[in-house]
Structure formats: structure tokens, C-alpha cells
């Protein structure tokens, strides 16, 4: 059997299937239930099966993308069977981890958001423009109000892509904090505010 043979026995992708796989490839995160059906205009059982068609397919077809579901969102992630060789080509450019100074501050916003700047300099006892704007770039916190004081500075709070790269179903499913971590997060803003 030839090639153009194997290619006429292959089984193709429906068209509502196509749409929804060109829907999470265009979106370029994680896509919630929701938004999919919200954007096909089909009910939540078909989108299920059109996800699990994809699924299928590219799982049949050696594909080099996974279609992965986390925490009721979608999206392609890279074959596990590729990971190691992907590893040592993209390793430094995709593990851009955070200093300790950044997850020092992500850990702040994530505890105590909603938080102002001023508020976060507070607890670490430096200025952290540089980290708020770097955590800002990353995504992984962003503007969620304002307080409202003389000046209305910025509220920061964590982001969807926090949650999902921390893999949290919600900021309740963060690590319970010490008595000592809780006192110095809840109370020492307030103090120097006051002060």
C-alpha cells in the first residue's frame, strides 16, 4: 500500500471538529468550556465529543500536539513522547523561572490581594516597581481595582494564567500559611499604613 493509499484510508477531522481545534489554537491559552460553547454556538455534550474527536485524532495520527484538558479548560501542549528533545532545543526559553524576589512578591499579591503597591513594599521592605511590572509582563498578576484613598492606587490581584501555571483550581487551593506568615501578611500593611 502507497502513501497517496494511506492518505485516502486516513480519517479526517469533521468539520465542527476543524473549527474548534483552529478555536483553541487562535486563542493561544487555555480555553474554558464555557467560552467554547459560547464561541461555536453548540451545547456543552457536543463540544465534549468534538474535543474528544480532536483528542482521538491527533493521538491516531502521531501528531506532535496533545490536546489536554486542566482544571475545565483546553488546549494543545507538545506530545509527551517529545518532551526530552523539546527539553535540550527550548529548555532556557521556555523555563524562564521566577527570582526569589518575584515569587516573593507573586506570594504577597496571591495572599493578600487585593493589595496596592505601596502595600507590597510594606511587607518586603523595598520597592518592588521593577517585580510588579516583571509579574505584570509574565501575567501572572494584574490591576483589579482601585483603592480608594488620596491617590486611588492600583489593587493587583493574581490572573487566570497564575492559577493555571501554578496548577491551582482557585486561590483557596493555595498552601495554608503559618501563624507567623499570616500575622506578617494581614497586619503589617495596615500598621505602616496607619503609621
Known amino acids: 500500500m502507497g502513501r497517496s493509499d ?3 484510508t486516513m480519517q479526517l477531522l469533521s468539520n465542527e471538529a476543524r473549527v474548534v481545534e483552529v ?7 487555555p480555553v474554558s468550556m464555557e467560552r467554547l460553547t459560547k464561541m461555536t454556538g453548540l451545547g456543552e455534550g457536543q463540544v465534549l465529543a468534538l474535543l474528544r474527536e480532536i483528542k482521538e485524532h491527533y493521538r491516531d495520527h502521531m501528531h506532535g500536539l496533545d490536546l489536554v484538558e486542566s482544571h475545565g479548560s483546553y488546549h494543545f501542549l507538545p506530545s509527551s513522547d517529545l518532551h526530552e528533545k523539546l ?5 532556557r526559553r521556555v523555563d524562564r523561572r521566577l527570582s ?6 507573586l506570594s504577597i499579591v496571591a495572599y493578600s490581594q487585593p493589595i496596592t503597591r505601596r502595600e507590597i513594599d510594606n511587607i518586603r521592605g ?14 501572572y498578576i494584574k490591576v483589579v481595582g482601585r483603592k ?3 491617590g486611588h492606587p492600583c489593587l493587583y490581584g493574581t490572573s487566570r494564567k497564575f492559577l493555571f501555571e501554578f496548577n491551582l483550581d482557585s486561590i483557596a487551593s493555595l498552601p495554608k500559611l503559618s501563624d507567623i506568615d499570616r500575622e506578617r501578611f494581614e497586619k503589617e500593611p495596615i500598621e505602616k499604613e496607619e503609621a
Open 6 to 8: 494511506d492518505v485516502k
Open 126 to 139: 523595598v520597592s518592588s516597581d521593577s517585580i510588579i511590572r516583571l509579574l505584570r509582563e509574565r501575567e
Open 148 to 150: 480608594d484613598v488620596i
Open 87 to 91: 527539553r535540550s532545543v527550548y529548555g
Open 23 to 29: 478555536l483553541l489554537f487562535l486563542e493561544n491559552e
Open 100 to 105: 526569589r524576589a518575584a515569587l516573593e512578591t
